[in-house]
């Protein structure tokens, strides 16, 4: 499963998709306002659960997003708690906003 794996943006959605193949396992939905993006709303097919997927997806729309030289606003319960436990992309969200997603 891991060399079929892919993560990439679909920016006419606002969001970031993963597919295992030629199928579309989940996505991680955002709202872009200039150089912020607001994630609001990650999801995983049933079929797809408990193969680490949903961590992997958000790793790497985070690593794109600090790529674009964006700045986060976790309001999706499951990218919160991501950032929670991977400390290293608290610092993508706005220093006045840490401590409102208690990072």
């Known amino acids: 499963m891991a060399d079929d794996v892919t993560v ?4 006419g959605k606002s969001r970031f998709e993963i597919w295992v193949g030629d ?12 150089e912020v ?5 990650t999801e995983i097919a049933d079929e797809f659960e408990g193969r680490g ?4 997806l958000i790793r790497a729309a985070l690593d794109e997003t600090r790529a674009a030289g964006h700045q986060v606003l976790p309001h999706c319960p499951f990218v919160r708690a991501f950032m929670d436990k991977h400390p290293e992309y608290a610092e993508l969200v706005p220093a006045g906003e840490r401590a409102r997603f208690g990072l």
């Open 8 to 11: 990439r943006e679909d920016a």
């Open 23 to 34: 199928e579309l396992a989940g996505f991680a939905a955002y709202r872009r306002h200039g």
């Open 37 to 41: 993006d607001d994630f609001t709303h």
């Open 53 to 56: 997927l949903g961590s992997r």
